[in-house]
């Protein structure tokens, strides 16, 4: 197994960490927040629980897979977390259609939307970049 397999491992239990963030004693504050920052809901748990089997069955399968895994999910986390970075409100959650633009600190919005931003851009990056070494 190479690189591109063994990030996309990583990405899968960093995810899996993502949907089980709600269930882990402590790091909720009394509102539900995560680290009493954004909140999370069923929907976000299972996105990030799709997300993270997309990933595992990635690796198993190929590079070649893990390359295209990371293209597709990078690009689709680091532009939900710019547009929540923007309006306060991302769409892989649809909640730019629910909520619309929220008026944010742009502290709590560069808080909030930094994972995505992080983890997408570091996939994107993988995917279009560093995957071009193992192809």
Do not use: C
């Amino acid at each position: 197994m190479n690189l591109i397999r063994w990030i996309a491992v990583a990405y899968a239990g960093a995810l899996a960490f993502a949907a089980a963030l709600n269930y882990i004693p402590g790091l909720t504050d009394s509102a539900g927040r995560s680290f009493g920052i954004f909140e999370l809901d069923i929907y976000d748990d299972l996105l990030h629980l799709a997300s993270a089997a997309w990933a595992a069955g990635a690796a198993y399968v190929s590079t070649r897979a893990s390359a295209i895994y990371f293209k597709v999910f990078g690009t689709l986390y680091l532009l939900d977390g710019l547009l929540g970075l923007v309006t306060g409100s991302g769409y892989l959650d649809l909640g730019i259609i629910l909520y619309g633009v929220q008026q944010l600190p742009f502290s709590f919005k560069i808080l909030a939307n930094l994972p995505h931003i992080a983890l997408g851009g570091f996939a994107a990056y993988t995917g279009f970049v560093l995957s071009r070494r193992y192809a």
